[in-house]
């Protein structure tokens, strides 16, 4: 079976097929032919540690990407890729648009990079023109005794949002996290639009599938990498970070068409393929398949799934585990204040910074019960009723941290690579060069 790997940057679940009043009429379509996940949620609330987990099917700290590729972090083995070990198994393999998992893509594993001709300085037009090479792609697979591995990355919807053009602010809502006043609708928009952008491109790449004939040999996912870049989001470990959209669209689904809220992580992914794809499973994945599901199961796949930060734009290690219930999220770092160059820039930070968002602490943990709580306002840490939870949480991500060798559980201070680029801590803009 071929596979076809549809992934933007930043998005969370911000689309339409998640509820979201965000014009994506062809993800919409696509979530109506896919089993849809409400509950599934990245490794990791940044780029290249998310999309290394994915793909690897292992964590960040177990595979080595602990911060940004481009910015000199590196997979431990890069065999591991699930575009490698597909090709080992016979596939082609080939990357159109954006990765983020190695600072060079060539070395992935790829048998082909497709890289289109251009000039073309706009993100949202870059997009576009990748997404028609991916379907190029695909149309030229036809006839081809050869299964096929395709991922296709969009830059949408990360920063520098496009202009919002014609997507009016007086009647966007911004994300729940942000006030809502003029300068965070109108950031909003922006993400609107590069929304837009985003979904025509699934449109062309899918429209490319269905024209092919390969539709009916070919399992098609979209997801994202984590929350979108708003503070409070991208780079936390609240649910408006790790959370993303997950849709999985194959030949002869039983549970086309439905949503459900089973608890899976990103690196229940590649194992899941293998079984989908009548594949062996590598002896180093970390996840577990939820092929069961998909074919109509009603057990849990997980009890728990954990979740971390390590470096970003700069150093602020966090880890969480996350049940169907309850999150404790727990701060290693030495400090206890906002980490700013953590935030990505943009209009609704500034509008925080104005109103006093550096200066506010940060808690070494936090508990929530997310039945009662599911914004993650009430830290019950302290609350004599939720001891043996907090108690249970405390010694399941110690257990976890040291049972997969996690160097936070030894040091609160894991080194950045030689030649890595890390922010201060006191530095606001991640732009500024203002490195350690």
């Not at 049972?403 to 890390?422: E, F, H, Q």
């Amino acid at each position: 079976m071929n596979i076809v790997y549809i992934h933007t940057h930043d998005s969370g679940r911000y689309i339409e097929p998640y509820g979201y009043n965000i014009a994506t009429p062809n993800l919409m379509s696509f979530a109506k032919q896919s089993t849809l996940f409400r509950h599934c949620y990245s490794a990791a609330p940044t780029c290249s540690p998310s999309r290394a987990a994915l793909l690897t099917g292992t964590v960040p700290h177990v595979n080595g990407m602990l911060g940004l590729a481009h910015r000199g972090f590196q997979l431990k083995d890069n065999n591991l890729h699930i575009s490698s070990y597909l090709r080992s198994t016979g596939y082609d393999t080939a990357l159109c648009g954006i990765q983020h998992e190695a600072p060079d893509a060539g070395m992935l594993g790829y048998d082909k990079i497709i890289t289109p001709n251009t000039t073309v300085k706009s993100h949202c037009e870059r997009d576009i023109m990748n997404a028609h090479a991916a379907a190029d792609y695909i149309k030229n697979s036809v006839g081809s005794n050869k299964n096929f591995f395709l991922s296709f990355g969009m830059f949408s919807t990360h920063r520098v949002f496009p202009d919002a053009g014609d997507i009016r602010q007086d009647y966007i809502m911004p994300p729940h996290v942000m006030y809502d006043i003029k300068t965070n609708r109108e950031d909003m928009a922006g993400y609107h639009r590069s929304a837009k952008t985003a979904d025509d491109c699934v449109g062309i790449v899918m429209d490319a599938l269905a024209d092919s004939g390969l539709e009916d040999n070919t399992a098609v996912i979209f997801t994202t990498d984590h929350g979108i870049a708003f503070p409070r989001m991208k780079c936390s470990l609240y649910d408006t970070g790790i959370g993303v959209a997950f849709m999985l669209k194959y030949p002869g689904n039983p549970t086309a068409g439905t949503a459900n809220d089973f608890l899976i992580s990103h690196i229940d992914v590649f194992p899941t393929l293998c079984d989908l794809c009548g594949l062996e499973k590598p002896d180093w994945l970390m996840g577990k398949s939820f092929y069961d599901l998909l074919q109509g199961g009603t057990n849990e796949i997980n009890d728990e799934i954990f979740a971390e930060v390590t470096y970003h734009a700069a150093y602020e290690p966090m880890r969480c585990i996350r049940t169907a219930r309850y999150k404790l999220i727990r701060r290693y770092d030495y400090h206890s204040g906002v980490v700013p160059a953590n935030t990505d820039d943009g209009n609704s930070k500034q509008f925080l910074m104005s109103a006093g968002f550096l200066s506010r602490p940060a808690a070494r943990e936090m508990l929530f019960d997310l039945y009662l709580d599911p914004l993650e306002r009430e830290n019950l840490v302290n609350d004599s009723a939720y001891t043996s939870i907090y108690s249970d949480l405390s010694a399941r991500l110690s257990d976890y941290m040291l049972r997969t060798n996690d160097p936070l559980a030894a040091s609160y201070r894991i080194p950045a690579p030689d030649g890595a680029k890390v922010n201060k801590l006191t530095c606001v803009h991640p732009i500024d060069g203002d490195f350690e």
